[in-house]
């Protein structure tokens, strides 16, 4: 056979390798963003990508060393001389979760998520390098947690929230980190898995 029909088949087979590909790129998986995820970069690169979110105001506000939390992204002081608490999760009379509660409020603005709660003083980020958290994630007098446990942390209610942190008082959106979830987690197996170094 030769002429157009015998051109068809061939052509109906790149039309379905086309759509499938489609189906592909539309519904990325795990696999499909780790390898959209630049590795050539060394593990030391790799953490340098992580600490853009690490030392967003979404988790600076609550990794403080101070005795209260702070708010918004120019980091001010929590409103209502809220104090951090012997527990981190509020002083008596105002406890964190007398506010805060496990889902955004949208009518008051006030943010909520699941355990809502400062992280511990030990646990401090404000106005470290990206080599001095990295190396303070790593080491368990600080809180450091191992590869396993880190990921589980990341997976946490109260760490997703970050990337669905609702709207403020006045009704406008808070900023999230610049990387999407996905890619902050993919980034982050990335890093464990080439050896978890940390930058100088």
């Known amino acids: 056979m030769s002429g157009p029909q015998a051109r ?19 519904a990325p998986s795990e696999e499909v963003v780790l390898a959209q995820t630049p590795a050539s970069g060394s593990s030391e690169q790799l953490f340098k ?5 690490l030392e967003h105001p979404r988790c600076m506000n609550c990794h403080t060393g101070e005795a209260f939390p702070r708010q ?12 951090r608490g012997p527990d981190d999760r509020g002083a008596a009379g105002l406890r964190c979760g007398t506010c805060h509660q496990s889902t955004n409020q949208s ?9 809502w709660h400062l992280a511990p003083v030990r646990m401090a980020w404000v106005g470290l390098t990206a080599g001095q958290l ?14 396993d446990q880190m990921l589980a942390h990341f ?16 009704g406008r959106g808070r900023v999230t980190p ?11 197996k990335l890093w464990i898995a080439s050896g978890a170094a940390c930058p100088q």
């Open 8 to 26: 068809r088949p061939a052509i109906g087979g790149l039309f379905a390798i086309t759509v499938a590909m489609g189906i592909l790129l539309a």
């Open 49 to 53: 990508r992580m600490f853009v979110v």
């Open 72 to 83: 918004g992204d120019d980091h001010h002081r929590h409103t209502m001389n809220v104090l």
């Open 107 to 115: 009518a008051s603005g006030v943010p909520g998520a699941p355990d």
């Open 134 to 147: 990295c190396r303070a994630l790593r080491n368990p007098s600080l809180g450091g947690m191992s590869p």
């Open 155 to 170: 997976n946490t209610g109260l760490v997703r929230w970050a990337w669905e942190p609702g709207v403020n008082a006045q």
């Open 178 to 188: 610049s990387l999407s979830y996905d890619e902050f987690v993919s980034v982050t």
